[in-house]
């Protein structure tokens, strides 16, 4: 379905209403309050965004987007409000949640790769806020880093700065307070640049770029996989996107990691819309850059072997996904009454 990438899409007034059951009594209908409950609205739709418990805080995208300037502020204190822009917004059609992505517009805060060959790839900060109406997500700030030279996000959940709130009152109050150790940035930014550095030195035969995106990303052929229909079509759609991305960072960066890497972060950036892609692009940046950590230790590794680390991947994610689908999903009632 087509995705909300625009800020005006989403920077809508919410409101709160009360919630309400209709029972059917022989003398017509009669309308019980449900106190512990209530509905956030799109006030410019109407649209019943999701119905929360009595506790919930409520936090608009516009509010969000302000405690996320302030969240630059207090990570990067060294700056300006007026000096980070807004450069990705992504929401699913219904506006229940969104992502918004903010990046610092000069290079003051930039820090170079040096690869093998001398030439510098330059990677510079962004900050991304979610927000959501349903009590699905959390109310959150990610701080990660981007490819500039084709602005490719990508988090890394394992070491990377994070603030995360649940959508309570007793937890956001009104108004959120950063913190943050001093180091901590500058020691990420260390071991990130030692983690592609690692990515660099392990060498990938161009045939193998394709099974390994298709494993970090968990992309998978339909099941059964019947010639001559739309799915059927689609698989050969993204095969063919993926080939094209992997000859072109092959051909620019080598027969390395770092270059598969680069693939994956452009596609889990700009996924396709696409019957075999299930994931967004915030959950597709996550898987990637929690392979860049886990990955980086693997290829290190003196007995590393690519086939035989792609074997276990395969397993790693059937096993999942196997576990997930075993896994009994919550009733509509107690995941909106989550938070």
């Given at each position: 379905?087509?995705?909300?990438?625009?800020?005006?899409?989403?920077?809508?007034?919410?409101?709160?209403?009360?919630?309400?059951?209709?029972?059917?009594?022989?003398?017509?209908?009669?309308?019980?309050?449900?106190?512990?409950?209530?509905?956030?609205?799109?006030?410019?739709?109407?649209?019943?965004?999701?119905?929360?418990?009595?506790?919930?805080?409520?936090?608009?995208?516009?509010?969000?987007?302000?405690?996320?300037?302030?969240?630059?502020?207090?990570?990067?204190?060294?700056?300006?409000?007026?000096?980070?822009?807004?450069?990705?917004?992504?929401?699913?059609?219904?506006?229940?949640?969104?992502?918004?992505?903010?990046?610092?517009?000069?290079?003051a805060l930039d820090f170079s790769f040096v690869p093998a060959a001398e030439r510098p790839d330059v990677f510079g900060p962004f900050i991304r806020v979610?927000?959501?109406?349903?009590?699905?997500?959390?109310?959150?700030?990610?701080?990660?880093?981007?490819?500039?030279?084709?602005?490719?996000?990508?988090?890394?959940p394992d070491t990377i700065i994070r603030f995360k709130f649940s959508h309570q009152q007793r937890e956001i109050g009104e108004a959120i307070q950063f913190?943050?150790?001093?180091?901590?940035?500058?020691?990420?930014?260390?071991?990130?640049?030692?983690?592609?550095?690692?990515?660099?030195?392990?060498?990938?035969?161009?045939?193998?770029?394709?099974?390994?995106?298709?494993?970090?990303?968990?992309?998978?052929?339909?099941?059964?996989?019947?010639?001559?229909?739309?799915?059927?079509?689609?698989?050969?759609?993204?095969?063919?996107?993926?080939?094209?991305?992997?000859?072109?960072?092959?051909?620019?960066?080598?027969?390395?990691?770092?270059?598969?890497?680069?693939?994956?972060?452009?596609?889990?950036?700009?996924?396709?819309?696409?019957?075999?892609?299930?994931?967004?692009?915030?959950?597709?940046?996550?898987?990637?850059?929690?392979?860049?950590?886990?990955?980086?230790?693997?290829?290190?590794?003196?007995?590393?072997?690519?086939?035989?680390?792609?074997?276990?991947?395969?397993?790693?994610?059937?096993?999942?996904?196997?576990?997930?689908?075993?896994?009994?999903?919550?009733?509509?009632?107690?995941?909106?009454?989550?938070?």
């Amino acid at each position: 379905m087509p995705r909300l990438t625009k800020l005006d899409d989403v920077l809508f007034p919410v409101a709160e209403h009360p919630v309400f059951v209709s029972i059917t009594e022989k003398d017509g209908e009669r309308r019980l309050a449900v106190p512990e409950k209530k509905a956030i609205l799109n006030q410019k739709t109407n649209r019943v965004l999701g119905i929360v418990s009595r506790g919930y805080r409520l936090v608009s995208n516009r509010e969000a987007l302000d405690m996320a300037h302030q969240c630059c502020r207090t990570v990067f204190p060294e700056t300006q409000t007026g000096e980070w822009d807004v450069n990705a917004i992504d929401a699913p059609s219904t506006a229940g949640y969104c992502h918004i992505d903010l990046v610092h517009n000069s290079a003051a805060l930039d820090f170079s790769f040096v690869p093998a060959a001398e030439r510098p790839d330059v990677f510079g900060p962004f900050i991304r806020v979610t927000n959501s109406f349903n009590g699905m997500r959390a109310l959150g700030f990610d701080i990660g880093f981007y490819r500039k030279i084709c602005k490719n996000g990508m988090i890394v959940p394992d070491t990377i700065i994070r603030f995360k709130f649940s959508h309570q009152q007793r937890e956001i109050g009104e108004a959120i307070q950063f913190e943050i150790a001093k180091d901590k940035l500058s020691k990420f930014k260390t071991s990130f640049t030692d983690s592609l550095a690692g990515l660099r030195k392990c060498t990938v035969p161009r045939p193998q770029f394709e099974p390994l995106i298709l494993g970090v990303l968990s992309l998978r052929p339909p099941q059964p996989l019947k010639s001559d229909t739309r799915e059927a079509k689609d698989w050969d759609t993204l095969g063919k996107h993926l080939g094209e991305l992997s000859t072109r960072y092959a051909g620019e960066l080598g027969a390395n990691a770092y270059a598969v890497f680069n693939a994956i972060t452009e596609f889990a950036s700009n996924p396709l819309e696409n019957r075999c892609v299930h994931r967004d692009r915030h959950s597709l940046q996550r898987l990637a850059g929690s392979w860049l950590t886990s990955f980086t230790t693997e290829c290190g590794k003196p007995d590393f072997r690519l086939d035989g680390y792609l074997t276990e991947l395969a397993k790693a994610k059937t096993t999942a996904e196997e576990k997930t689908l075993r896994t009994p999903s919550s009733g509509v009632g107690e995941l909106f009454a989550r938070n």
